[in-house]
């Protein structure tokens, strides 16, 4: 029986993860004791005998010195049980008004708040990271693809800017999770209230918290704030997968249009000339695991009934698991993005074909009156004669020019890949205009 009752205990206890909560658990009771004192529901005294326990305790946790037990289950008994030891039945007092149902609820929040604006500040440094990319390779011109086929000509900055925008958008998604982060629970109870005379709001002003929850029994089930980070930092990862294929592709040998710094990289262990770029292979398949948290969360709250249910206890792993996976992975990309050296060289190697400019050969015929998608049809015809004859469009003479179209004049030649840029100067645009202003936006959201 021993045996099993020590499976069970092993089975159920959130100890060995949920341990570090124990500063939002700490900070919690401390406010908790305060209002309890201020609304005379225990002595002034109690209250601070309980409070100087806590931090006792908080010291103790930090310097290694506190002993957690599985037997205790989770972070919340554990700190009490080290309460009652050091200041004996007072303690107890603590939990007037209150439930661990509550209590998590509380902690959960006040963890995901700090984690939140880590998480907004290490978007902006990596947003930081692109744009001073972009903007030392302001003027390079790069091939555009689309389907993986080179199809339009575009800025280098224009591409990086690409996800300085994609990062944007995850770092308004977070803003917007700390809105429903931002509920105090406690007072809650365990389901339905607590029957004591508790200020609420004076412990919302107490821990920061922008309002209090409107309904006891939503406020201790409600997990949609740790859904909606996980879901938030699925996207972001999402982000941080995309732009690592394309860092991964760029870097090979085959493309060589970046370089990767050597700290963000590693060597074979049999080919002694590779270049691995595993930082950014890892970034790739880190983004499913965090999926996987995700739609283990989902799938744990999908059938619960109100209110608490001990399901509800994995909820913990998973969101560690997955902010300690966005935060590194913004991090190392915020210092590899800092490494990467751009091969101009190579990139308008790529390009020299210049068939990248068919487009603007057809919109050449528009302007000279031609209905679009008789120009298209005209320039295909081109394109394929051009590629058979192994020429590339500026090797064609005039009179080959004037075999598929007679609108062709001398001035078809002064499309190149500076024109092509420079004529798509509306908003958003990949002109030299439209990205300057769009590098001063991009400064101007960072800093915001």
Request: net charge negative; proline share 3%; charged share 30%.
């Given at each position: 029986?021993?045996?099993?009752?020590?499976?069970?205990?092993?089975?159920?206890?959130?100890?060995?993860?949920?341990?570090?909560l124990?500063?939002?658990?700490?900070?919690?009771?401390?406010?908790?004791?305060?209002?309890?004192?201020?609304?005379?529901i225990?002595?002034?005294?109690?209250a601070?005998?309980?409070?100087?326990?806590?931090?006792?305790?908080?010291?103790?946790?930090?310097?290694?010195?506190?002993?957690?037990?599985?037997?205790?289950?989770?972070?919340?008994?554990?700190?009490?049980?080290g309460?009652?030891?050091?200041?004996?039945?007072?303690?107890?007092?603590?939990?007037?008004a209150?439930?661990?149902?509550?209590?998590?609820?509380?902690?959960?929040?006040?963890?995901l708040?700090?984690?939140i604006s880590?998480?907004?500040?290490?978007?902006?440094?990596?947003?930081s990271?692109?744009?001073?990319?972009?903007?030392?390779?302001?003027?390079?011109?790069?091939?555009?693809?689309?389907?993986?086929?080179?199809?339009?000509?575009?800025?280098?900055?224009?591409h990086l800017?690409?996800?300085f925008?994609?990062?944007?958008r995850?770092?308004?998604?977070?803003?917007?999770?700390?809105?429903?982060?931002?509920?105090?629970?406690?007072?809650s109870?365990?389901?339905?209230g607590?029957?004591?005379?508790?200020?609420?709001?004076?412990v919302?002003?107490?821990?920061?918290?922008?309002?209090?929850?409107?309904?006891?029994?939503?406020?201790?089930?409600?997990?949609?704030?740790?859904?909606?980070?996980?879901?938030?930092a699925?996207?972001?990862?999402?982000?941080?997968?995309?732009l690592?294929?394309?860092?991964?592709?760029?870097?090979?040998?085959?493309?060589?249009?970046?370089?990767?710094?050597?700290?963000?990289?590693?060597?074979?262990?049999?080919?002694?000339?590779?270049?691995?770029?595993?930082?950014?292979?890892?970034?790739?398949?880190?983004?499913g695991?965090v999926?996987?948290?995700?739609?283990?969360?989902?799938?744990?709250m999908?059938a619960?009934?109100?209110?608490?249910?001990?399901?509800m206890q994995?909820?913990k792993?998973?969101?560690?698991?997955?902010?300690?996976?966005?935060?590194?992975?913004?991090?190392?990309?915020?210092?590899?993005i800092?490494?990467?050296?751009?091969?101009?060289?190579?990139?308008?190697?790529?390009?020299?074909?210049?068939?990248i400019?068919?487009?603007?050969?057809?919109?050449?015929?528009v302007?000279?009156?031609?209905?679009?998608?008789?120009?298209?049809?005209?320039?295909?015809?081109?394109?394929?004669?051009?590629?058979?004859?192994?020429?590339?469009?500026?090797e064609?003479?005039?009179?080959?020019?004037?075999?598929?179209?007679?609108?062709?004049?001398?001035?078809?030649?002064?499309?190149?890949?500076?024109?092509?840029?420079?004529?798509?100067s509306?908003?958003?645009?990949t002109?030299?205009?439209?990205?300057?202003?769009?590098?001063?936006?991009a400064k101007?959201?960072?800093?915001?």
């Open positions: 029986m021993k045996d099993s009752n020590k499976q069970v205990q092993g089975y159920v206890a959130s100890i060995p993860f949920d341990r570090r124990y500063r939002q658990d700490i900070e919690g009771s401390i406010a908790h004791a305060r209002m309890l004192a201020r609304q005379e225990i002595a002034e005294s109690e601070e005998t309980i409070i100087e326990g806590l931090k006792s305790i908080q010291e103790e946790i930090e310097q290694g010195k506190f002993q957690f037990k599985t037997e205790l289950e989770d972070i919340h008994m554990n700190i009490e049980a309460l009652f030891e050091k200041i004996g039945d007072v303690a107890g007092k603590l939990h007037t209150r439930s661990r149902n509550d209590q998590i609820a509380l902690d959960l929040r006040l963890f708040r700090e984690e880590k998480t907004i500040d290490e978007l902006r440094a990596l947003q990271s692109l744009v001073e990319l972009a903007e030392a390779n302001e003027a390079v011109i790069m091939p555009g693809y689309t389907h993986l086929q080179q199809a339009q000509p575009i800025l280098l900055a224009h800017l690409a996800y925008e994609m990062f944007q995850d770092r308004e998604r977070f803003h917007d999770c700390m809105k429903r982060a931002d509920v105090l629970p406690l007072g109870g365990a389901l339905a607590v029957p004591y005379p508790v200020d609420r709001e004076l919302a002003r107490e821990l920061d918290f922008s309002k209090v929850s409107t309904n006891s029994l939503d406020a201790v089930s409600d997990r949609d704030f740790v859904i909606e980070y996980e879901a938030a699925a996207v972001t990862m999402m982000h941080l997968s995309r690592a294929e394309e860092l991964i592709l760029w870097s090979s040998r085959e493309f060589g249009f970046i370089e990767i710094g050597e700290a963000y990289t590693t060597g074979s262990s049999i080919m002694p000339q590779k270049k691995n770029p595993d930082v950014a292979e890892l970034a790739r398949g880190k983004t695991r999926y996987g948290n995700l739609m283990g969360i989902l799938t744990t999908k619960l009934p109100l209110a608490y249910n001990r399901d994995e909820d792993e998973g969101l560690f698991d997955t902010v300690d996976t966005l935060h590194s992975s913004l991090e190392v990309f915020a210092g590899m800092k490494t990467i050296k751009i091969n101009t060289e190579r990139i308008y190697q790529a390009m020299k074909t210049d068939y400019l068919a487009t603007d050969l057809a919109d050449y015929l302007k000279k009156g031609l209905p679009f998608r008789e120009a298209h049809g005209v320039v295909a015809k081109l394109a394929e004669y051009a590629m058979s004859k192994g020429k590339n469009f500026r064609l003479s005039l009179k080959e020019y004037h075999n598929f179209s007679p609108l062709f004049t001398d001035d078809v030649y002064a499309i190149t890949l500076e024109s092509s840029a420079a004529a798509r509306i908003p958003g645009g002109s030299p205009r439209q990205v300057e202003k769009a590098l001063s936006r101007r959201l960072i800093r915001e």
